[in-house]
Structures are given as structure tokens and as C-alpha cells.
């Protein structure tokens, strides 16, 4: 059982530069959300989707483009990679009803110099 | 709009002491809870969720929180505390999908690090 898989797990990039970080589960899960964490910040949340074809932004989404076209996969996209998006991103999943906990991947360590 | 509150960015212990973790929160409307924890180069892993079914909860490996609405915390507590629990601790608060339209999305508090002596 896999569960919320991210890939790559580590990546530098060049200011200027685009990258997708690739997010999937296999728990059927129609909720999924992506986040990034900051040193004594915790983790803020950037966007999220309801089910296929259906997203919106979170707390800090700008920088950032999402999509949904299939229930297993959430790809997030950086366009033009900035210093400011140095983190570590991770992609949540669960069901619906109101009271699931989000399982977690095991994030991606991204570094824009 | 709802918020948490972790009182200590670093706790430290021995091996055996008690381990206190403090969550505080702020939500409009009842909240559900959750603490979640992070070990080096992990994911988060859920330790225990609060859905007022009982204001006492127990999770994994042995810890607890006590949800109290009147102090508005929700700490959490392991009465011995292991090598093994050296790690980063997360307070998390939802309100839900009944509560409106928040589709369960969850509003961290900043994390506290636990660190665990011999």
C-alpha cells in the first residue's frame, strides 16, 4: 500500500527555471492539498481540490499553478522558479467526511539558487 | 478564521521524564484537532485526532491529549518519554467539512522539537 507518493525527492534549480512536482495516491481519496514547510513556520497551505477538474488557492498559492484531471494525481507546477521557494513541499490526501486526518508524502527538498 | 498556537519552538527532556507538548487553538466554530508527528527527512504522521467524541485521546506509542474547551488547548502528553521520540511535533486544526466550506483544510501551528536525553 503506497499510499501519497512525491517525486522527486530532492531537486535544485536555477532561478528562472519551471519544474512540476508530481504527487499521486492510491487510496481513492477525492481531497488532496499541497504545502510547503519553512523552517519554525510550520506548513502552509498553497492549494487544494475537492475532486477532479476542481481546485482553489490556499494561504500562499501565488508562484504556484495546480491541476487535477485525474482523482490520483496533483502535480504542482513553479513557473519561474524564485530564491523565496526554497522549501520542503508536501502533498496530503483523505476522504471527505469531516472528521479524516490528511495522510502525507514524504516530500520533495527543493533548492532555487 | 482559525489558528493554532505551539508554546515552545524546543523542549528537551531526559529519558523517562514526562513529555508536555502545548497546543493552543482558535476557531469560530467546534474544531477538530489533530497532532501530528515528523521524524528527519520524513513525511507527518498522525499521533492522535480529537472529533469531540471524548475530550480525552489516545494515540500511537503511547501519548495523549486532553481537549479543553474552556482553556481553548489541546496539549499533548506521554508519561515516559523514549530515545525514539526525539522529533517534530505538529498541532493542527480543521473545522471540518460540516462546519462550512473549509473541505478539510488544516492550519498548522509553527512545530515544536523534542529533544530526548540519556
Known amino acids: 500500500n503506497a499510499g501519497v507518493t512525491q517525486t522527486p525527492k530532492f531537486r535544485i534549480l536555477k532561478i528562472g527555471q519551471s519544474m512540476t512536482l508530481q504527487c499521486t495516491q492510491d487510496?481513492?481519496?477525492?481531497?488532496m492539498y499541497w504545502y510547503r514547510q519553512d523552517p519554525g513556520m510550520g506548513l502552509k497551505l498553497i492549494y487544494y481540490?475537492?475532486?477532479?477538474?476542481?481546485?482553489d488557492k490556499g494561504e500562499v498559492p501565488n508562484g504556484y499553478n495546480v491541476s487535477r484531471s485525474t482523482t490520483e494525481d496533483f502535480p504542482l507546477r513553479l513557473e519561474l522558479a524564485a530564491p523565496s521557494q526554497t522549501s520542503v513541499y508536501f502533498c496530503a490526501s483523505r476522504k471527505p467526511d469531516g472528521n479524516q486526518p490528511q495522510h502525507f508524502g514524504d516530500g520533495t527538498r527543493l533548492s532555487i539558487l | 478564521a482559525q489558528s493554532v498556537t505551539q508554546l515552545g519552538s524546543h523542549v528537551s527532556v531526559s529519558e523517562g521524564a514526562l513529555v508536555l507538548l502545548r497546543c493552543n487553538y482558535s476557531s469560530s466554530v467546534p474544531p477538530y484537532l489533530f497532532w501530528y508527528v515528523q521524524y528527519p527527512n520524513q513525511g507527518l504522521q498522525l499521533l492522535l485526532k480529537y472529533t469531540s467524541a471524548a475530550t480525552l485521546v489516545k494515540g500511537i506509542n503511547g501519548f495523549e491529549a486532553e481537549f479543553k474547551k474552556s482553556e481553548t488547548s489541546f496539549h499533548l502528553t506521554k508519561p515516559s518519554a523514549h530515545m525514539s521520540d526525539a522529533a517534530e511535533y505538529f498541532c493542527a486544526v480543521s473545522v471540518g467539512d460540516a462546519g462550512g466550506t473549509s473541505y478539510g483544510k488544516l492550519t498548522f501551528g509553527q512545530g515544536t522539537i523534542l529533544t530526548v536525553h540519556p
Open positions: 481540490s475537492v475532486g477532479a477538474g476542481i481546485t
Open positions: 487510496m481513492n481519496h477525492n481531497y
